[in-house]
């Protein structure tokens, strides 16, 4: 996390109740849409085992959702939340 420069992002396990509630507000998009930056190596959600989403806030980046597409339990679901705050 490096709030000097605006950016961060975290991961999450979270039940599907919560993960619905959060995606509100959200519309889905492609990974190839989203806005690029690096990352760190732990940051590792893939097309193939995620879902992204997106909601755009005036001119400011898009804040971007990657969840899980399939999880072995619906209590325990991964979501990646990276978030850019620099224009």
Known sequence: MSPA???WE??????SEW???V???FSPTSFEAVTKRA???WFSPN?????????QHGSFPPT???VERSSK???EIQCFYPQTLKR
């Open 73 to 75: 339990h619906p209590d």
């Open 23 to 25: 995606k509100t507000g």
């Open 64 to 66: 971007q959702l990657y």
């Open 19 to 21: 993960v619905e509630e």
């Open 47 to 55: 097309e193939e085992d995620f879902e992204v989403f997106k909601m």
């Open 10 to 15: 975290f991961e999450i396990v979270a039940p």
């Open 39 to 41: 990352l760190p190596s």
């Open 5 to 7: 420069n605006g950016e």
